[in-house]
């Protein structure tokens, strides 16, 4: 893509509007606890101390607005409080230029760094750094620069409290995450029901077992919905994926097929169901036909083998899915579901196990591993810390250079739009310069024309709050405008010259703007030199899958299925690395290195196919004592190490060979036969032997679709 149609691209990105959910109550908590702030610092202190910690509100406000998992209280308090000490170190240290701008580099440095924890950290450290750039401004003693840090910490604690005292859909994050897997799960079922080998989008099921997480003391609180049901819908997406596809037994058409889509449209109801209730909080209603569906006989005269198999066990994991969607509730309210869970209830599975979350002490030297980690060159975050500490200290010096005031406005923009990737730092520049135009020029007209005092600024500083808390996730530029125009109330409350704040403002964001924008493309990170390593990855984290469940087949027993969950887990987080990859790499104004866009198609195709074919056998996987299938260990190390070999090749631009994976089957399938034709062969071969020279065959199929992808 060339540098032009990049920007287009991202420009129009960034002053892209969405329909969005909007959250009133919850923006009405956050502008109301801004309120409470700033009318308790205009009673005790006056406006410029007003000033400074209606922006520690503020940002404390906007921290739990962030995508993150942790409650919300923790997040407005660690945004308070750090946005407050900021604030007293930074105004001790303005004085001395020099000193100030090395603590500036080692702020910004450190907030780019906080990328490597996620998101959110990145973004609140960014946030507090920017917003202090303006809150060290406004003291003018140390004493002063105390109370105003104090203030700040004070806003933090407001936010925090009332999010304790007003609690608006507690757990409603956790809560949604998980009916949003439930959901997937049901909208899978009833596509598998036209495409028996439709794919399944893992991102939903990864983000509710993230959201369950949860340290020791969040455990005891947590509902009793939350409990169980993730790890039943992992459990039920290889089962469905089982049922529908042909290559397990069950013809294309028919009447084992007809039952088959019964089943998968009352699986698919039966979790809508589940889903509703998990989010709102309500009692399960299970739709009659659903549960008739599940309870007929006719199953059992019409599927044999690994369907049958894989039938029985959908209706014992949708069991689980109904009683434990259903919660504590009451007796009554509980009577009807158990009945129907009694109903179609075939057998038990292991509770699920808690997923533990690191407190926040606990999860400091978590973060610092973390930030080592990046602590390298070909780093995306090592360097958006670089240049995020280089264009602050820029983006300050020059504002400190020219005869406008404010500079402070050059970095703020800068740090506020940059990001590790590159779509992003552009489009926020361009939404961050056309929202502030917007804000800026609307606040001041309606001060130029109104000539409000200090209560009626307030005011309307605290509306133009709530409606950035409204409508933020409806896109960047309109909260930008939303933010220019609090900035152009709150600095007019507090004595600000307008008539200089208008004109500097524009300019040094449109300055800060461009330093950003400048910077990545001196200093880029692409994101598509790297795309045969994630690939790579990809294709090594698929075969240890692989080859564990069929390790399972060769060793059935109860220790080697944490290993097939860890394995299921380093692939999706692979899959979903590459998938990201490839999205950012398409708005990057680079030529591709070694992989065209139609090879990223055909090897992503393929990797999806190998991880669906070992998500089948994993469905099947014999229960613990079951007799072992023989050879299916040598089958198992040689996926494992011709993968491993496979992805250093891809890495390196050969083409992976695959003739010991080849070899392997065709040495297991000579055994076989020998052992079939033996005169003294009397007994059958184990359960799954068939399964599973029928599912090697096809992942070996696959890694040959693969190799056959990279080179077109």
Avoid at 174 to 198: F, I, K, M, T
Avoid at 486 to 512: C, H, P
Wanted: charged share 20%; net charge positive.
């Amino acid at each position: 893509m060339s540098w032009l149609r990049a920007l287009k691209e991202t420009a129009r990105s960034g002053l892209k509007i969405e329909r969005r959910r909007l959250e009133p109550l919850i923006a009405l908590r956050g502008a109301a606890g801004l309120a409470l702030v700033i009318g308790v610092s205009l009673a005790l202190f006056g406006p410029v101390v007003a000033a400074s910690s209606a922006f520690g509100a503020f940002q404390a406000a906007i921290a739990t607005f962030q995508r993150s998992w942790r409650p919300r209280p923790v997040l407005a308090l660690i945004s308070g409080v750090s946005l407050g000490l900021s604030t007293f170190v930074g105004y001790v240290t303005g004085t001395h230029l020099l000193l100030f701008v090395a603590l500036l580099v080692v702020w910004t440095f450190l907030a780019g760094l906080a990328w490597a924890a996620g998101p959110t950290g990145g973004i609140i450290a960014a946030s507090n750094v920017a917003i202090m750039l303006v809150t060290i401004t406004l003291p003018t003693s140390a004493a002063q620069a105390a109370l105003h840090g104090a203030m700040i910490m004070f806003g933090g604690v407001v936010q925090a409290a009332l999010i304790v005292l007003l609690p608006i859909r507690r757990w409603g994050a956790q809560r949604d995450a998980l009916a949003d897997a439930l959901a997937a799960e049901a909208d899978y079922a009833r596509r598998l029901r036209h495409d028996p080998v439709a794919h399944f989008d893992p991102v939903p099921l990864m983000l509710a077992r993230r959201a369950a997480a949860v340290t020791a003391r969040e455990a005891r609180r947590r509902p009793a919905e939350l409990h169980g049901s993730r790890g039943v819908a992992e459990r039920i997406r290889p089962v469905l994926a089982s049922l529908a596809d042909p290559a397990m037994g069950v013809p294309a058409e028919g009447p084992e097929r007809e039952r088959v889509r019964e089943l998968l449209g009352a699986a698919g109801s039966l979790l809508d169901s589940a889903a509703r209730a998990i989010r709102k909080g309500d009692p399960v209603r299970l739709p009659a036909p659903a549960v008739a569906a599940l309870k007929t006989p006719d199953t059992g005269a019409l599927l044999t083998g690994p369907p049958l198999r894989a039938a029985d066990r959908l209706t014992a994991l949708l069991s689980d899915v109904i009683e434990a969607a259903e919660g504590d509730g009451t007796k009554e309210e509980r009577a009807g579901a158990e009945e129907a869970a009694d109903a179609i209830k075939e057998s038990r599975l292991p509770p699920e196990r808690h997923h533990r979350r690191p407190t926040l002490l606990r999860l400091v030297p978590v973060i610092l591993a973390a930030m080592r980690r990046e602590a390298h060159r070909g780093s995306p975050i090592l360097r958006h810390a670089v240049r995020l500490a280089a264009v602050a200290a820029v983006g300050y010096l020059l504002g400190r250079l020219l005869p406008l005031g404010h500079g402070y406005w050059a970095p703020l923009a800068a740090v506020m739009v940059m990001r590790p990737e590159f779509s992003q730092t552009y489009s926020r520049a361009v939404a961050r310069f056309g929202g502030t135009l917007v804000g800026v020029f609307l606040a001041s007209a309606i001060v130029e024309a109104a000539h409000p005092g200090t209560g009626p600024l307030a005011a309307l500083a605290v509306a133009c709050a709530l409606l950035m808390y409204l409508l933020m996730r409806t896109g960047y530029a309109v909260g930008q405008a939303c933010v220019g125009a609090y900035v152009v109330f709150l600095l007019g409350m507090a004595g600000d010259d307008l008539s200089q704040t208008v004109f500097e403002r524009v300019l040094l964001t449109l300055a800060g703007g461009l330093l950003a924008m400048i910077s990545y493309a001196v200093y880029p990170a692409w994101e598509t030199p790297r795309l045969r390593s994630r690939l790579g990855d990809w294709l090594k984290e698929d075969g240890r899958y692989a080859a564990a469940v069929v390790d399972q087949y060769a060793d059935p027993a109860e220790r080697g299925r944490d290993d097939v969950r860890r394995a299921l887990l380093a692939t999706r987080e692979a899959r979903v690395a590459w998938q990201e990859a490839v999205a950012t790499a398409q708005h990057e104004p680079v030529r591709h290195r070694g992989l065209s866009h139609g090879a990223a198609d055909a090897t992503q195709h393929a990797l999806a196919q190998l991880g669906r074919v070992a998500m089948l056998l994993e469905a099947h996987i014999p229960r613990k004592g079951a007799a072992s299938v023989p050879g299916a260990a040598p089958l198992a190390e040689a996926l494992r190490r011709a993968t491993d070999r496979g992805a250093k090749a891809v890495r390196e631009r050969r083409v992976p060979d695959w003739t010991p994976v080849r070899e392997a089957l065709e040495s297991w399938e000579a055994e076989c036969r020998e052992r079939e034709e033996a005169p003294e062969a009397g007994a059958p071969p184990p359960a799954g032997t068939e399964l599973v020279r029928n599912n090697v065959t096809l992942l070996l199929e696959t890694l040959e679709d693969f190799s056959q992808g990279l080179t077109s």
